[in-house]
């Protein structure tokens, strides 16, 4: 057995040399301004300077066969105006002569290369017409005459008649309507007081200040196409309980100001509720529907039928797993269920259903597993025949020709040894027949129809594939007319690289999942890179990027050129591929980035620039609790991590995002799947980040998780931005972007972040 003196021990002085050294390479390593210049330049109000055409977003003109767009130019931001028919698009106006009156007009320096209005309206005498300080402006060559103060947005607090002789309003909770030709005022309701309310909605980020502030005044009022009736709602906040914030950043207050809103936590029944109501003018009857009251986190939207008679829509019951579609007649008062459906988990919120003349509905539903289309009978509700049918997903219906019984829609997944998540376009007959791809490249097909008519605007690309924007024939696909295509040359003089495609297999051993990786500009194959997950697993959407743009314009990029290849994965669970892929996260959003393990490792095993034991993730809201959920579920493979605006403990989250894919809370599921509750399997680093007035996502859950992790010992870091609510360290940059960047170089890269630096935009 080997004694002390048997080992050879290294000299002193080369000792300290190397001890030296390591020290030099690791604790003392500094980051560079150049660094973070690499990043800045990815930042999306940056980046999208640098990339001329790189997509089309059109406002379709009152012929329906031309349009106007707007994008960056070498020249700088460019209105463009397109006619199909005549296949041209040019330049709309000339932009040095409006910039040079505009600056005449106001005494300001204006920049051609970006005027101070985005919108504009093209009139039929070749003349434009925007809204600029307040007042709109009249341009045609050679001139540009003010019309007076701007009528940017109508009067909200009134609702006119289709036939324009009423008004209806709220005075006092109740509502009214003035007969516009007499002046004569009718009160429709007499119960209407503070907190039982007539004709209102509660707004998604509607604040009271203060404990007994006023909330904003709101109308909704849905008249019948006769003009003889209104169907609104009654809101009802007797009972409902707020959910607290307080305002610590108003320069102008030295106590904190308290804000209150109404946000519902799963299975609460102190929540604000909507209750449907009919008013019949002439009568001046009132009808309540009280079995149909829904919380208004929900929601109910109903159309009415030609002739007056009916109002319908569709009802989606709290649990979100039934949904009908009611059909109410005004003179019985009966509601009759035209269709109904469930689930065992859940049912989507956003079902298609397009109600036809001809005594028929289309309806796209997920009872196969795949959303599909169906031609249903509305007087029996019966099934007429399937439109669609196959294992892909049929998004959304773009128009509906019912003369020719021929129907146009999006789906992802049908065609063979494609990315599943590419939308394409296709038509198909109503009897099922004539189904037909319209779109056939092989890439992510982004689609504006609106009112476009005989025709669609197609941009079509992948991560690594720039952008063509062509104008489509809506009946044959046919390209009509190229509009553009993206030019990336100042990116590949960069030395820009687009993110890389890779598919892995996910947690069951089975599903191909998909996923993309990003690398620095000067990456190089003999260097070896920290990787950082960015995640969003939430399964109501796919986060993964598919097009050029989503590519290009994120937060991935910017962390990328830091040093870091940075990943994202579409796991099991998330949206896109049909219900039983979907369900995989049902009472398990705890799991979903299990698959981003399984799919890193497998993707460092092929790329040994990618090192797996430096492995970190961040992510943002959803992705928060994500990001926070992996350091403790996956304890030993992320070392660090961020989470910002989490919803740390779904219990104290938002009612409808736990309660459609967790349920009610009547098992251990939430408990185990909370961070809070968890937090003791802390071993990495991790910076928890939040708004201080995030009426989104309460802070509360985030301060929760703190205080566990104090408790449990835990070492970990903490930033609260007082004057923000959810949206921070977005894709523009701020202050937060480079606290976040900062993290990782520290504590996943072991460099020195500069400290006090400013992004620069």
Request: charged share 25%.
């Amino acid at each position: 057995m080997p004694t002390y003196k048997d080992y050879k021990c290294p000299p002193i002085k080369s000792f300290i040399v190397s001890l030296f050294i390591l020290l030099g390479q690791n604790a003392f390593a500094q980051s560079t301004e150049k660094t973070y210049h690499k990043a800045e330049y990815f930042l999306s109000t940056n980046i999208q300077r640098e990339v001329y055409h790189l997509d089309v977003i059109p406002n379709w003109l009152n012929d329906k066969k031309s349009f106007w767009h707007q994008t960056y130019t070498e020249d700088g931001m460019r209105f463009f105006l397109t006619d199909i028919e005549n296949g041209e698009t040019k330049v709309a106006f000339d932009h040095s002569e409006l910039a040079n009156l505009l600056s005449e007009k106001s005494g300001e320096i204006i920049d051609s290369e970006n005027l101070p209005f985005k919108r504009i309206q093209f009139k039929d005498d070749g003349s434009a017409e925007f809204d600029w300080k307040n007042k709109t402006w009249t341009y045609a060559k050679g001139g540009l005459e003010s019309k007076g103060i701007s009528d940017e947005s109508r009067d909200r607090t009134v609702s006119i008649s289709p036939d324009g002789k009423w008004k209806a309003y709220v005075k006092d909770f109740n509502l009214f309507v003035e007969n516009l030709e007499t002046s004569e005022e009718i009160q429709l309701s007499y119960d209407g007081k503070r907190d039982f309310e007539y004709a209102s909605f509660w707004g998604w980020s509607d604040m009271v200040l203060g404990e007994n502030g006023q909330r904003p005044e709101h109308l909704t009022i849905n008249w019948s196409p006769d003009s003889k009736k209104i169907q609104t709602q009654i809101v009802d906040l007797r009972l409902a309980e707020k959910m607290l914030l307080l305002d610590n950043s108003q320069d102008d207050k030295f106590r904190p100001q308290l804000m209150g809103y109404y946000r519902a936590s799963p299975e609460d029944t102190s929540v604000v509720m909507y209750t449907p109501v009919l008013f019949e003018i002439e009568s001046k009857k009132e009808t309540r529907f009280p079995g149909l009251s829904l919380p208004h986190f929900i929601e109910m939207y109903f159309n009415w039928d030609d002739n007056s008679e009916n109002f319908y829509g569709t009802y989606l019951q709290r649990g979100f797993k039934s949904f009908d579609i009611l059909d109410i007649n005004v003179e019985s008062k009966e509601i009759r269920k035209v269709y109904s459906e469930s689930s065992e988990t859940h049912i989507n919120n956003n079902n298609i259903f397009r109600r036809l003349e001809n005594g028929q509905f289309i309806l796209g539903t997920e009872k196969s597993n795949w959303n599909q289309l169906y031609l249903m009978d509305w007087k029996t509700g019966e099934l007429v025949n399937q439109i669609t049918s196959g294992d892909y997903v049929v998004k959304n219906i773009l128009s509906i020709n019912e003369e020719e019984r021929v129907i146009y829609f999006e789906a992802a997944g049908k065609e063979k040894d494609v990315n599943p998540y590419y939308s394409f376009v296709y038509k198909v007959n109503f009897d099922g027949s004539g189904l037909a791809l319209l779109t056939p490249e092989n890439a992510f097909h982004d689609i504006s129809y609106g009112s476009g008519k005989d025709y669609f605007i197609d941009n079509y690309s992948t991560v690594d594939q720039p952008t063509v924007s062509v104008v489509r024939e809506l009946k044959t696909g046919k390209i009509v007319h190229e509009i553009s295509k993206a030019d990336i040359s100042n990116l590949l003089k960069k030395g820009y690289q687009s993110p890389k495609q890779f598919t892995a297999a996910a947690k069951d051993g089975k599903t191909t999942i998909y996923g993309i990786y990003y690398m620095p500009t000067d990456f190089s194959s003999k260097k070896k890179y920290p990787i950082i997950d960015y995640t969003y697993s939430g399964p109501h959407i796919d986060i993964t990027p598919k097009t050029f743009r989503a590519g290009l314009v994120g937060l991935q990029q910017p962390m990328a050129e830091l040093g870091f290849v940075v990943v994202t994965v579409d796991g099991l669970g998330t949206h896109g591929r049909g219900k039983a892929f979907n369900d995989a996260s049902y009472r398990n959003l705890g799991d979903g980035t299990t698959d981003h393990v399984l799919a890193i490792k497998e993707l460092a095993a092929k790329n040994k620039f990618m090192d797996v034991s430096k492995v970190g993730i961040f992510g943002h809201s959803a992705g928060g609790y994500d990001a926070g959920r992996a350091m403790l579920l996956h304890p030993d493979f992320y070392k660090v991590g961020v989470a910002s605006a989490g919803d740390h403990d779904h219990r104290m989250e938002k009612a409808w995002w736990p309660e459609m894919y967790m349920g009610y809370p009547v098992g251990d599921f939430y408990h185990e799947q909370s961070n809070v509750t968890n937090a003791a399997n802390l071993k990495g680093y991790l910076l928890l980040a939040h708004g201080g007035i995030d009426e989104n996502v309460n802070p509360s859950a985030t301060f929760k998780f703190a205080e566990a992790l104090i408790n449990a010992g835990k070492d970990f870091d903490l930033f609260i931005w007082p004057s923000r609510n959810h949206s921070f360290g977005r894709t523009d940059g701020d202050y937060f972007t480079k606290k976040r960047w900062d993290y990782f170089i520290e504590h996943l890269m072991g460099e020195q972040p500069i400290r006090h630096y400013q992004i620069q935009k």
